[in-house]
């Protein structure tokens, strides 16, 4: 099963740079997608853990709760990424903000690294070893950054070398932190113990605690460039600006998760050595930072895809802050959460970006009326990502609000709203301008007619997170649970 997840996509990959049908391809890509899914949903009914290759690589409920997601996020983006395509237009096309001409990579280019985007991301979730979680962590760099490129212009261009270089540096300082934890090992242990994360858990108290808190640091920082935490969150905004709609959603809604995970599992091991309450400080503050840091850039934008983009640095923030005051579980639900209504949102300012050919929150007025399917949705999901209820991010939300305060927290608590009322503050002045505004000289003088593939997806998408806010089904709530044991030892 474990092999499967990861060679599907891998090999598929690599024929679709072979293939010279566009039908061929994308039927390759969907079908991919869909053979990928259909392999996680039946994980869902086995005994978990499985594992693989000597332990290195196991399916236990956190692995599979991120491989889920992101799973069920890359079959929207495939089904999305139909009606994109055809779209695909080989001459040169103007850019939309300085008259140039450029033109996209070639779409064998593009579905190959999607396919090893999601090998990549499979890898991630499945890998239980801290040098072969690094290595699947650097090989989705490698395979989303041609993606940024997709529009090869002077922007996507120097979006996909920030993101290159900033997150290899992280990733640096992660591999540092591996090198680290090989000497708390060596230094505490009294007997040899690889780095399996299940073996270090069972270990933890035999390793050396000085050693140990440098690594964690080091990958915190490393994985936290990754993750987009604040101050190590830079590349993100011009990543997710430039990429193609799909893939935004795609970064924003899984790959983020991907790096959190190898955070989690780090914290996991230091919460079995007795110094959980360190590692809870250092992603509190991190937290805290990343989520006013976001706040107050989102006040300044005037570019909605990365209002967008500092809204995930918020949500990323919102995650550390959960797992600082211990509420692990309530951090599960929030991933699923955010990475439904963030996908959803990207899809719909793709829809946008379409049709308005502008970026800019004050060329896009009046939704409503050119785009009345894609307003619908643009409200809806603007709804959901500030947590308004019925919605499920106002439900975790509130979890980990409530989390703070039962742990004595309360500077932390106070912080926590302020970011959040900030962040509704900003996304909401966009957003309203953008669905109600009444401007003289619109960029379109008629309605424009939506194919439903680009507003089902985002519906089903915007649609799971109303569920979750309205019905949190027992067992759901319970793999939950299980999830954050598998990641800490403990969670409610």
Not at 117 to 142: D, K, N, P, Q, Y
Not at 269 to 291: H, K, N, T, V, Y
Not at 305 to 316: D, F, N, P
Request: aromatic fraction near 10%.
């Amino acid at each position: 099963m474990i092999w499967a997840l990861i060679a599907l996509p891998t090999l598929c990959g690599l024929s679709a740079f072979f293939i010279r049908s566009d039908v061929w391809r994308r039927t390759l890509l969907v079908g991919t997608a869909s053979v990928h899914f259909a392999l996680v949903v039946c994980a869902w009914f086995l005994a978990l853990p499985l594992t693989s290759a000597a332990g290195w690589l196991a399916l236990d409920a956190a692995s599979l709760l991120v491989l889920s997601i992101s799973s069920g996020l890359f079959l929207a983006a495939s089904l999305y990424a139909i009606g994109y395509l055809k779209d695909f237009q080989r001459a040169p096309i103007r850019d939309y903000l300085e008259g140039f001409e450029f033109s996209n990579r070639p779409e064998r280019i593009f579905i190959g690294c999607l396919l090893l985007f999601l090998a990549a991301m499979t890898g991630v979730a499945v890998s239980i070893h801290l040098g072969l979680l690094w290595v699947a962590v650097e090989a989705t760099t490698l395979a989303s950054a041609p993606l940024i490129y997709y529009h090869r212009h002077h922007r996507s261009l120097e979006a996909a070398w920030k993101y290159l270089l900033i997150c290899s540096v992280g990733i640096a300082l992660a591999l540092l932190g591996n090198f680290f934890m090989s000497v708390a090992v060596s230094a505490g242990a009294d007997r040899e113990i690889n780095l399996l994360t299940s073996e270090l858990i069972k270990h933890a108290r035999q390793l050396s605690p000085a050693w140990l808190k440098a690594s964690f640091l080091l990958m915190l920082v490393g994985y936290g460039t990754k993750m987009g935490l604040a101050p190590m969150h830079t590349w993100l905004p011009d990543a997710h600006s430039e990429s193609p709609s799909l893939v935004s959603a795609l970064l924003s809604g899984a790959l983020l998760n991907c790096a959190f995970l190898a955070i989690a599992r780090m914290h996991g091991i230091l919460d079995a050595a007795g110094m959980g309450d360190f590692s809870r400080q250092m992603l509190l503050l991190f937290g805290l930072i990343s989520m006013v840091w976001a706040a107050m850039l989102m006040i300044s934008q005037t570019d909605y895809k990365r209002l967008l983009a500092y809204s995930s640095v918020e949500h990323m923030g919102v995650m550390a802050v959960g797992m600082g005051v211990g509420a692990t579980s309530s951090v599960m639900l929030h991933a699923v959460n955010h990475s439904l209504a963030k996908a959803s949102l990207f899809l719909v300012a793709g829809n946008i970006l379409a049709a308005f050919r502008s970026k800019s929150i004050q060329d896009v007025e009046g939704i409503f009326r050119f785009l009345p399917l894609s307003g619908i949705l643009w409200i809806a999901g603007f709804l959901a990502i500030t947590g308004i209820p019925p919605f499920g991010l106002f439900i975790s939300e509130l979890l980990i609000l409530k989390a703070a305060l039962a742990a004595g927290r309360w500077l932390a608590a106070v912080g926590y709203l302020v970011a959040l009322g900030i962040a509704f503050a900003a996304i909401a002045w966009g957003f309203m301008q953008m669905a109600f505004g009444q401007k003289a000289q619109s960029r379109l003088q008629a309605p424009v007619e939506e194919s439903f593939r680009s507003v089902a997806v985002p519906l089903v998408l915007i649609g799971g997170v109303l569920v979750l806010g309205v019905w949190i089904p027992d067992p759901l709530w319970r793999f939950f649970i299980a999830a954050a044991e598998a990641l800490t030892g403990g969670g409610f």
